[in-house]
């Protein structure tokens, strides 16, 4: 079956724009997080969705990021005024439990580059 | 919160040696532990997990072992090919609340023919 998608795949933005990241979970699951990864690092935790709800946003690194799920499938990761720092690879994962310990599958990621 | 610290940041081993690499976490709460494999521009994809209620666990070439007193996992791969020259990243979790991933600097692996 399909895993999970994103996109746009690559993205080049100046410095100041809005950006919108997308992430199609796989169907059926509940669970939908999103993680940023800077260059040769680990991804970081950035937000947590329960269906609708997003129930953890400690990871986002200021206001102006903003994550939304409005009908508990896909999702948008919006950056505000993006900085240069904000390059990075954002990864969309999705699980299919609620509160058990189960696999999150990753997307392929987005390529955010601000110039 | 979690803080996960992972050694070595590279390793390069000859095709059929083992390859090890170790992980520390911080949070005594946390009671899953996966290790994913990164191919440079691809996604991570799970390679084996282990919960906190064993302390070994093996498929195939691959073995993952947990110390929770030590809190400290490792990822053991053996008889090595070139195919599993990637980046590797272990992470924690806590489980609860929506079980997200504290992980890794991430090691580089590089088996040569």
């Known amino acids: 079956g399909a895993g999970v998608s994103q996109s746009p795949r690559y993205k080049v933005a100046k410095r100041g724009q809005d950006v919108a990241l997308r992430c199609d979970p796989i169907s059926g699951h509940v669970s939908l997080f999103w993680y940023q990864q800077a260059l040769g690092q680990g991804p970081e935790f950035l937000t947590y969705f329960q269906n609708e709800a997003q129930l953890d946003k400690s990871g986002l690194p200021s206001d102006r990021f903003f994550a939304e799920r409005p009908e508990g499938s896909v999702s948008t990761l919006k950056i505000q005024r993006t900085q240069q720092e904000d390059s990075a690879v954002y990864l969309c994962a999705s699980s299919l439990a609620r509160s058990l310990n189960n696999e999150q599958f990753f997307g392929p990621g987005t390529r955010l580059t601000v110039l | ?113």
């Open chain 2, 1 to 113: 919160g979690e803080n996960v610290e992972q050694h070595p940041s590279t390793l390069s081993v000859q095709e059929g040696d083992s390859a090890v690499i170790k992980c520390t976490y911080s949070d005594s709460a946390s009671n899953y532990f996966p290790w994913y494999k990164q191919e440079l521009g691809k996604r991570p994809q799970l390679i084996i997990d282990i919960r906190s209620n064993v302390g070994e666990k093996k498929d195939q070439r691959i073995a993952v072992t947990l110390n929770k007193t030590a809190k400290h996992f490792s990822l053991h791969i053996t008889e090595t090919q070139p195919e599993d020259s990637a980046v590797y990243f272990c992470a924690a979790s806590r489980g609860a609340a929506g079980n997200k991933l504290t992980f890794g600097g991430g090691t580089r692996v590089l088996v040569k023919p």
